[in-house]
């Protein structure tokens, strides 16, 4: 409590723990989409398709998944990844309105690597998650793509170009 010119005043303070930036990017990023695809459904009835990629690293699947399921203006399909890119293999790969990368994965083969790069071309949105971020360590174009990229510290990734990070 403070006196200033005889009345009493208080002072709240309140510590507010700000999320790191990447945080409020990853959640703008969703937030776009979301959006984007809540728009999308109420011009045109229909719902934003997903495919979202998993594999090659574990997760907490029932949370990350009722992000999606929980929203009415979205569907989506997992395509779980093995050892391969075999997502990028899928016949109705080109029906899907954004992919959703939430894998990690360094095995493509050429083939996979122009149909992967197809969704471009077709106006498919992707979208980069988490650990995503390390796949593919030996394809520049992924790294210039998305971005940037997590380079091992195994030795057994590629050599980082002078924008990474």
Request: charged content about 20%; hydrophobic content about 45%; glycine content about 8%.
């Amino acid at each position: 409590m403070s006196v200033i010119r005889g009345q009493r005043t208080f002072q709240w303070t309140c510590k507010v723990k700000v999320a790191p930036m990447k945080t409020r990017i990853f959640l703008f990023c969703f937030f776009v989409i979301f959006l984007r695809g809540a728009v999308f459904a109420a011009d045109s009835g229909a719902k934003l398709n997903l495919l979202v990629v998993t594999g090659g690293h574990g997760f907490q699947r029932e949370p990350f998944f009722k992000m999606f399921a929980d929203n009415r203006s979205i569907t989506f399909t997992e395509a779980k990844q093995t050892k391969t890119s075999e997502a990028y293999d899928r016949d109705d790969l080109a029906g899907f309105d954004v992919v959703v990368l939430y894998d990690m994965v360094q095995n493509i083969t050429d083939a996979q690597k122009a149909k992967f790069l197809s969704l471009f071309d077709k106006g498919i949105g992707l979208v980069v998650l988490h650990h995503a971020l390390v796949s593919y360590q030996h394809w520049p174009e992924y790294e210039r793509i998305i971005g940037g990229r997590y380079p091992e510290a195994d030795g057994k990734s590629g050599v980082v170009t002078p924008e990474v990070g």
